[in-house]
């Protein structure tokens, strides 16, 4: 979860800092994860990357508070000579677009440049997926030339000296040695050519999405003006992550220069000019159950960064969760308060019902429990050992995909996990009475489910030490108890004894088993006392 | 003997149980020669002098002693050197080994290998020079027994005696799997009181009743006089058998649901990535639909509902619909059709949705049951968790009434005291976090996730924009709350013992 840290004495230029401070930032749709007496730390839920930074919390918090309500202007001024970046058409199915701008009249410290370098990542973990869906690179004016090209090269005719690396390195021996390099190496996979911007000199600036320069793409306390590239393949979220990146360095006291982007065609970015969207009152009041007249749209529209006017909304060009009119009936919640709302509850009938499933259920642990044994939950997965012990077959295996813990595969019965308790258990008096209720997976041979994967609720008793005898008479007490017959047919079954192990049929279905647990059994499982068990399908037994 | 003297023995002879009666001639003696001369086991005669205490006749002194053995591990390394000395040993002959020869001529597991190397360079008796394995040890740090070698000869060994480098390899041994046990042993004794030097060897013979007999009922007749049992006694426990209280719970989040007039959905847990994200608008592309945080099925892939209900949510991803502007890529049908274990039982609401027709409106539905991240287990984290969910499927209803149900739905859980703030969820909007006040902790605790879905997942699934109210506590959050238990791990661990004695769900 992406946090930001905040100074009091900035917010402290906006709003006084009561003690429930923490609690109306959250009011604002920015949780808050602990506060200290110098700062407050903030979460930005991933809908906000506009909240990114410090710069852009402040603005909300500006906006909220009365202080410079409305949307916020940013003056753009037209190109200069050679601001101009061409992408080239070799780009095409690799990274087919960047959008790009200049920033002049920065002031950097080594705190403002971390402050950048942290929002740059922050966006790039967030929006750009951990660099897969869009990268962003900031150069020093002054070591680059314009106009810029942006084309793809082979690997190996990529040579220059990334960042933190003392000499060059082709595009190949940077995924292999450069630590940034190793880590996004993944993102260069089947790419016989990699994207790289060069300027007017020829001079590579940096190999998106992996690295800069050293020479041409380090931010330094003496760089005052920068360019600033997204690359990516989808194209709206590139303009609007350059927006977040040039408005934050606006409000640091940057001048935002705009430039001509050529990508097949030509366009002047940044655009920040506001998106319009309409927004109906009566769905404003129908969804959030509140009687808001037109009167008071101006005034909240304008609490949380919006311009208002006769049923038009503008919108800023830096926020990238606006989609539908939902998203701006929200923000109008905010601005009233979640605080204030009042708790309303209908007055419709609905009939309540248990699913039928459920209620046997607690029927039979009920029963269960009335016997005295204990319920166990277990985990619906399994470890891959345990297969080894139970004598899985293949077909019996459902395994997920890279699981991180030892457990890694579906559980095909509960006995499986029941023997797992009483070996974890051993150190506990006896004697062991335990059940449980759960679901258990099988491959769906006659797929008649959307996943090919059958899934049943069983019941497993399992008793230590113990005797057929005492798991019969439960099977006896608990089928009379649900007035059902049942009939037990001998049977050989893998890790039961002989002639003390049957199936239970009740109206000629097949349910389940009943058997008394083979000694070698147990002693893969370090089981040291007996134990008998009982496994039944709910749905075959119950018929429910 | 004097007279008040007198009646304290008669008082105390109405109150002796028969295992009283048989040690009392014998308490001149120490417990083992009770044993013998009572013909008692020993637990009775520990029994009857644990009375004989609750009596004032003596007083019982418990020593706890810790012994330190060897575990299954340790009698193996007794007899065949620990790792470290192993892999010493190997190096000795053999220096200068890549680490995989090393472990390999070592004979020792990668983990025992692992720990064997940590040891050594601690002790910087080898070194990793160019990959390799290097000697660094002298001569006599060859020879020389380390701390835990010695330990492991010595023991065992009681705690309390230990020498500080005894302690200090203890230590280091215990980080160690399965080389120490320690267990605990406790020795009973006892002294006897002034009243209990008067008794201790007398022969007392009494005619009190013992046990109500069926003969004792049928031949009863006055003047006859019952022992008196000492009532504050302990008696040994009994378990009763129950359900687990993870389910005690969640019968009781039923239970409330049921009370709110909700109708219970159930569904399978393995479901496609169409109902468990896609359905709910989240994007294909988004970081909670990747392996690492969402258990997939291998080799298995599912299949699409209804033709008419996959192309509108594609439309849905792809353009948007009732006015949304979508989120503007390529949906794909083959990544909708991985199949997984569902991530949150909102998986079953999406398909509730599906289900539902126009006259069964308003309608109101819950779920409640196990759901499934790709986790490491820790103290908060689980790979399995319980969650709950509630819909409201209402055209009239709003934020408002959103707040309103979730404030009822606290209130029956004995939270009285909620607050409400923003939140954000890719298939709600608006979002609310509710928060509960913890009185214990003194702090609001975050319980409710909760929204009203988007239009972009109304709209495909019910085929019109009707606001579907959406919320659910965390239910494993609030069981450690009220049980106090600080490790999720405990919620699934299954120890019988704590089974058997955990409070029930007492709410």
């Known amino acids: 979860m992406a946090t930001v840290k905040i100074s009091k004495k900035l917010i402290a230029q906006c709003v006084k800092l009561t003690p429930d401070l923490a609690e109306r930032i959250s009011l604002m749709g920015i949780p808050v994860e602990s506060e200290n007496a110098e700062e407050i730390e903030i979460e930005v839920l991933p809908n906000r990357p506009d909240v990114l930074s410090i710069q852009g919390f402040l603005r909300v918090l500006k906006a909220y508070s009365g202080k410079e309500p409305g949307l916020k202007k940013y003056k753009v001024n037209a190109p200069e000579k050679n601001y101009k970046v061409k992408v080239d058409s070799s780009l095409k199915d690799i990274r087919p677009y960047t959008c790009c701008a200049i920033v002049k009249n920065l002031k950097f410290d080594d705190s403002k440049i971390k402050e950048i370098i942290d929002l740059q990542e922050k966006l790039h973990t967030t929006l750009g997926r951990n660099r897969k869906k869009l990268a962003i690179g900031i150069y020093p004016l002054e070591k680059i030339t314009l106009p810029i090209r942006f084309e793809a090269r082979k690997p190996q005719d990529i040579k220059f000296r990334p960042l933190e690396m003392d000499r060059d390195l082709t595009g190949l021996e940077i995924l292999q040695k450069h630590p940034a390099g190793r880590t996004y190496s993944d993102l260069m996979k089947n790419l016989d050519r990699y994207p790289v911007f060069v300027d007017a000199m020829g001079k590579i600036l940096s190999m998106p999405p992996i690295i800069n320069s050293h020479e041409t793409g380090k931010i330094t306390p003496e760089t005052r003006e920068v360019f600033i590239e997204c690359s990516g393949s989808n194209l709206e979220s590139l303009k609007k992550t350059l927006n977040i990146i040039v408005t934050t360095l606006a409000d640091m006291g940057g001048k935002i220069f705009s430039m001509e982007v050529d990508y097949g065609k030509k366009e002047i970015m940044p655009d920040l000019s506001p998106d319009k969207m309409k927004l109906s009152i009566d769905n404003v009041n129908a969804l959030l159950g509140l009687k808001l007249k037109e009167g008071d749209l101006q005034k909240l529209l304008p609490k949380v960064g919006y311009d208002y006017s006769k049923g038009k909304v503008s919108i800023p060009a830096w926020r990238t969760d606006i989609l539908h009119e939902v998203d701006i009936i929200e923000d109008v919640a905010i601005a009233y308060g979640y605080d204030k709302f009042e708790y309303t509850i209908p007055k419709v009938a609905t009939i309540a019902e248990e699913s039928p499933m459920t209620k046997i259920q607690s029927k039979i642990s009920q029963a269960l429990a009335g016997l005295g044994l204990l319920e166990i939950s277990t985990y619906h997965l399994i470890k891959e050992e345990e297969c080894v012990k139970a004598k899985l077959k293949d077909e019996q295996k459902i395994e997920l995909e890279n699981s991180k813990t030892e457990y890694k595969l579906l559980r095909p019965n509960l006995t499986l996990p029941a023997l797992r308790i009483l070996s974890e258990n051993k150190d506990n008096e006896y004697p062991h009475k335990i059940f449980e209720i759960g679901t258990v997976f099988s491959l769906d041979r006659n797929q008649n489910s959307e996943t090919g994967i059958r899934e049943m609720e069983s019941l497993v008793i399992a008793c230590s030490p113990s005797n057929f005898t005492e798991l019969k008479q439960i099977l006896d007490y608990l089928t009379r108890a649900f007035a059902l017959n049942y009939e037990l047919r001998e049977v050989k079954k893998e890790g039961f004894i002989e002639g003390r192990t049957g199936s239970i049929f009740t109206d000629k279905r097949e349910c389940g088993f009943i058997g008394e647990a083979h000694p070698d059994m147990l002693k893969q499982w370090g089981i040291k006392m007996p134990v008998c068990m009982i496994e039944i399908s709910i749905g075959e037994m119950f018929k429910a | ?507």
């Open chain 2, 1 to 507: 003997m004097d007279h008040k003297e007198d009646s304290v023995l008669e008082e105390l002879a109405e109150r002796l149980s028969p295992l009283e009666q048989k040690v009392i001639p014998h308490l001149k003696l120490d417990i083992d020669k009770i044993v013998a001369k009572s013909g008692l086991d020993t637990t009775s005669v520990l029994r009857a002098l644990r009375f004989l205490e609750n009596k004032g006749i003596l007083r019982l002194n418990i020593k706890k002693v810790k012994i330190i053995d060897l575990g299954i591990n340790g009698i193996y390394y007794k007899k065949n050197h620990l790792p470290e000395r192993r892999l010493l040993l190997t190096l000795e002959s053999n220096n200068y080994l890549p680490l995989q020869k090393a472990q390999e001529a070592s004979g020792l597991s990668e983990n025992e290998f692992k720990v064997s190397l940590g040891v050594l360079k601690s002790k910087a008796f080898v070194s990793l020079i160019n990959g390799k394995l290097s000697l660094t040890a002298t001569k006599e740090d060859l020879v020389k027994k380390s701390l835990e070698e010695q330990l492991l000869e010595a023991l065992p060994i009681e705690y309390d005696k230990l020498a500080p480098e005894q302690l200090f390899a203890l230590d280091n041994l215990k980080k160690r799997k399965e080389i120490i046990v320690i267990e605990e042993r406790s020795e009973t004794g006892f002294e006897l009181t002034e009243l209990g030097k008067k008794i201790a060897g007398k022969e007392i013979k009494t005619d009190y009743i013992e046990e109500v007999t069926p003969e004792v009922i049928r031949d009863w007749s006055r003047g006859k006089k019952f022992r008196k049992y000492d009532i504050q006694a302990q008696v040994p426990r009994v378990y009763g058998g129950r359900k687990h209280f993870v389910n005690q719970a969640i019968d009781h989040g039923r239970k409330i649901w049921l009370e709110m007039g909700f109708k219970e959905m159930t569904g399978t847990k393995a479901v496609t990535s169409f109902w468990n994200f896609d359905a709910l608008f989240t994007a294909q592309d988004h970081p909670v639909r990747e392996m690492h945080d969402t258990f997939f099925v291998k080799n298995i892939k599912g299949k699409l509902p209804d033709k008419e209900i996959v192309k509108r949510v594609k439309e849905s991803h792809e353009q948007g619909v009732g006015g949304s502007k979508g989120w503007g890529y390529l949906w794909n049908e083959e990544t909708a059709k991985r199949v997984l274990i569902r991530t949150h039982t909102t998986a079953l609401s999406s398909q509730t949705l599906a289900k539902l027709k126009k006259k069964d409106l308003p309608a109101k539905y819950f779920a409640i049951g196990k759901c499934f991240r790709n986790e490491t287990v820790d103290w908060k984290h689980g790979f399995e968790f319980n969650q709950t969910e509630g819909i409201v499927i209402d055209p009239e209803a709003n934020l408002s009434n959103l707040l309103g149900y979730l404030s009822e739905f606290s209130k029956k859980m004995g939270f009285d005291k909620i607050r409400f703030q923003p939140s954000f969820f890719p298939y709600t909007e608006p979002s609310v976090e509710g928060l509960v006040w913890n009185e214990g902790k003194k702090e609001w605790i975050e319980v409710f996730a909760a929204g009203i879905f988007r239009p972009e997942v109304t709209i495909p699934l019910l085929g019109e924009p009707i606001p579907v109210l959406a919320w659910g506590p965390g239910f494993d959050r609030l069981m450690m709350m009220a049980y106090e238990i600080k490790d999720l791990r405990e919620l699934y661990s299954n120890d019988l013992k704590k089974l058997r004695d955990i409070p029930l769900w007492n709410k």
